[in-house]
Nanobody, 123 residues
Framework: QVHLVESGGGSVQAGGSLRLSCAAS????????MGWFRQVEDKEFEFVAS???????NYLDSVKGRFTVSRNNAKKTVYLKMNNLKTEDTAVYYC?????????????????WGQGTQVTVSS
């Protein structure tokens, strides 16, 4: 079983930055594909970014150039650095992992999920 724990959320003004972290348990973290999703209230999950086991990244178009996903396999942690935050980035952010090592954009292709961390961007 793999547990994912997010941290680093908070409140920030538009234009500001935050770095989310997702710490994983388990011995095979390096083989997992990792993704970041977000959810606003009861709306559907929205893909934000992903990184494969090999380090290939993918991003939602609206965050390209502002967000950076990275991973540190030695620390079993994946990060989401968010710069130039906008009010529309406000959401609960979740990290997710899949044992296939893929950087999927699809919720159903992830096997493990964290509990989420709130990001609030004010104008």
């Amino acid at each position: 079983q793999v547990h994912l724990v997010e941290s680093g959320g908070g409140s920030v003004q538009a234009g500001g930055s935050l770095r989310l972290s997702c710490a994983a348990s388990g011995r095979t973290f390096s083989s997992y594909g990792m993704g970041w999703f977000r959810q606003v209230e009861d709306k559907e999950f929205e893909f934000v970014a992903s990184i494969t086991s090999g380090g290939v990244t993918n991003y939602l178009d609206s965050v390209k150039g502002r967000f950076t996903v990275s991973r540190n396999n030695a620390k079993k942690t994946v990060y989401l650095k968010m710069n130039n935050l906008k009010t529309e980035d406000t959401a609960v952010y979740y990290c997710a992992g899949n044992w296939d090592g893929l950087g999927s954009m699809r919720v159903e292709e992830y096997n493990y999920w964290g509990q989420g961390t709130q990001v609030t961007v004010s104008s």
